[in-house]
């Protein structure tokens, strides 16, 4: 199946970039938010991250700076913002990157089955959630499947191709196929609570949270010392920062609830979401941002 124009739902911490990838790979996209300040956040993500990846080339003499200003105006003018689901009759493949929660995932998809032409593939980007559980919800389950990207979208070549009980092959396959129209590297994997990577990174950094809650040291040294260590090339207190710290707990309670006590829930990062203190994206959590 050919992707002539795709939709991503949901504007925030991913699904600028995602769009922004999409239009990279010369395809028409929507972005769709349920406020216009919210697709204007999306938006912007998507020019900053397109005018850095068009700066590097121009300082490294690749392209000039008209080319460099062309393929800006080209890469965001694929890019259509929008509040409702009026644009999505023609799309082959939509992207849904909603707050991790199945009661808002189900009412996208409810609405995406019915405003989507039939033959269309319905991806969700969640981060351990059930596909045949967010399937369910719709007529096409079999065209139903996980597409999970990683933090920062743009720049991560990963992508989670997950198989619910009803996906079908072709769509498993049309996923795969479309991952790498946009130059990223699928990899199928089992439908399982946290998937492949999120498994190993939550089993990971439970032990770094039981540790931080256990010793009270500052968050700020054990990200400086593993960072310096080069174990890892951000400290997983600042790497949940920058992807949200409601979604970092979310996943981290979804994980605990899936297998037990050897996951961990970082208490100083419950007290944070519950304070309204987000990372990033509200401008403070265990580091404060401008
Ligand atoms: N943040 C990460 O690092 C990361 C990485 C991989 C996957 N994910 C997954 O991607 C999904 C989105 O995460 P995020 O961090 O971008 O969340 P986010 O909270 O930053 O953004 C979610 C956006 O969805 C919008 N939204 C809510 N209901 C909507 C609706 N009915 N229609 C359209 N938009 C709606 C919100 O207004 C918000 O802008 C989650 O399932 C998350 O688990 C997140």
């Known amino acids: 199946m050919f992707v002539f124009k795709a939709g991503v739902v949901g504007a925030g911490v991913m699904g600028g970039e995602i769009a922004q990838v999409i239009a990279s790979a010369d395809i028409p996209v929507l972005l769709k938010d349920v406020k216009q300040e919210f697709v204007d956040k999306g938006l912007e993500k998507a020019r900053e991250v397109t005018e850095g990846q068009v700066g590097k080339l121009v300082s490294k003499d690749k392209i000039t700076q008209e080319e460099g200003d062309a393929q800006i105006e080209r890469t965001l003018g694929l890019i ?3 509040t409702d689901y009026d644009g999505f009759g023609d799309v082959d493949f939509v992207i849904e990157a909603v707050p991790e929660k199945m009661a808002i995932k189900h009412e996208v998809f409810a609405d995406l089955d019915a405003a989507t032409p039939g033959h269309a593939i319905l991806a969700s980007n969640t981060s351990g959630l059930s596909i045949t559980e967010i399937g369910d919800i719709t007529n096409r389950p079999d065209k139903v499947v996980g597409f999970h990207f990683f933090w920062p979208a743009s720049y991560m070549r990963l992508i989670e191709v997950i198989e619910g009980e009803e996906t079908s092959p072709e769509t498993v396959q049309a996923a795969a196929n479309f991952a790498q129209a946009i130059r990223k590297m699928p990899v199928r994997c089992a439908e399982c609570p946290g998937f492949v990577v999120n498994r190993i990174l939550a089993s990971t950094a439970s032990e770094i949270w039981r540790y931080q809650d256990e010793t009270g040291t500052d968050v700020k040294d054990i990200d400086k010392a593993l960072t310096e260590s080069k174990l890892v090339p951000m400290g997983p207190f600042y790497l949940a920062d920058m992807s949200g710290l409601d979604t970092a707990l979310k ?7 899936a ?11 419950e007290e944070l979401v519950e304070a309204g203190h987000l990372g990033q994206k509200s401008g403070k959590g265990f580091y404060e941002h401008s």
Do not use: L, P
């Open 80 to 82: 259509t913002g929008t």
């Open 251 to 257: 996943v981290a309670k979804d994980m605990q609830d």
């Open 259 to 269: 297998y037990g006590d050897r996951f961990y829930v970082h208490r100083g990062m």
